[in-house]
């Protein structure tokens, strides 16, 4: 380029800051974006938050770097133009956190992404030099705008892969790690910058039109204030929800743990069908129930034998098979539990029908007398089915069992089992 343009100088002080706060800005994105990925449930919340902190940082850096920057006319900046260069720079960050907390990144990510962020960032700069209003225009060198371009790019993909990537960092090296992947970053920001400053010509004749607006070096110090409170309290609150998220995580797989224990405790090993104890507080409650609603219950004793048989693993898979069988004919409100190691019993709301009594334990009688086929071998079972109903026939569960053990005509069935049962 060719011509005569003002000549500006830099206050070294502003442009130290403006690389503190990218720093900083950088920091506290490698910060948020490990608390996302590490809190999913809360994926957007922080990421709004954290684009908002982040960007701000992003764009403090500019705006302290374009403060830094002195030419002997007086400068100002529009304000309009200057709140849509910040906007860009929090889409930004919003890009940069949702890329680098996906649980994955691959190529492609880096290669869409990157070219993405460069823009954003390009945009954000080059929309705050255009806030200064200049009469005539700034003339670009096309070499060093387009050097600032593939560093905004450049910059981009490796601030996502280093990002990405400190996750896999111990616990123990991930501070430091953060702090020198935060300075790369804080650097490759302020060398996209000050290239694009670079590439800018402002001819001998300019004067800002923008003189009237933000202006003055004093904006740095509130700026920067801003942006570091504001990136602390983001960071501070993320800190306390994620502890907060793993107290309740904690404390949501302690009740996990407690209820798979009651429920083990509770539980038949072989069948999942309630154990002798689960039927116990079953039967209270039954009991209870009954006396406030005033209807009364049935209780349905089941008792199988395998005369002859002596294989113990023929005759579990035999009453597992019938447990199952039992389970289908099982209703919503009943209670089915493996009372021993061949006895069942079934608590039930009785069914208005006078007959229906003499049907439910018809049923359970033609569940356990199906024969069953154990690796080729075929058991089939005796059976006893006794029935009492609360409070007839007992007013507690042993007096209910002592009843139901004495089977009624019909009830007791007993049938030989074939020889092929005899292990």
Known sequence: MTGIYLSGQYDTGLVILSYLVASFAAYSAIDLAHRIHENPSRQWLWLVLGAFAMGTGIWSMHFIGMQAFELPIKMGYDLGKTLISLVAAVLVAALALYVTSRPSMGANAILIGAPLMGAGICIMHY?????????????????????????????????????FNLRRISRNRQTRARLVAAAIMGFAVVGMHYTGMAAAHFPLNSFCRASDSLTGAWTAGPVTAFTVALCLIIMLLAGQDARFQRRAAEERRRRNEEERARTLALSDALTGLRNRAAYQQ??????????RNGKPFDLYYCVLSFTGVTNAGLIDHAVLTISQRLRMLAHGGDCLARYNRTEFVLLRTPESAPDARGFVR?????????????????????????????????????????????????????????ASAVA
Not at 138 to 145: R, S, V
Not at 398 to 406: C, K
């Open 127 to 163: 929309t705050g030099m255009a806030a200064m209003e200049m009469q005539p225009g700034i003339q670009y060198d096309p070499w060093l705008l387009a050097a600032s371009v593939a560093i905004a790019v450049a910059a981009s993909g490796a601030a996502l892969w280093i990002v």
């Open 282 to 291: 079953e039967v209270v409650n039954f009991m209870h129930q009954s006396n």
């Open 362 to 418: 018809d049923q359970l009688l033609q569940a356990c007398l199906q024969p069953v086929l154990v690796d080729g071998v075929q058991l089939q079972a005796r059976a006893h089915i006794g029935m009492a109903q609360y409070p007839q026939d007992g007013a507690s569960s042993r007096q209910l069992m002592v009843t139901a053990s004495r089977a009624p005509d019909g009830a007791k069935v007993m049938l030989p089992n074939p």
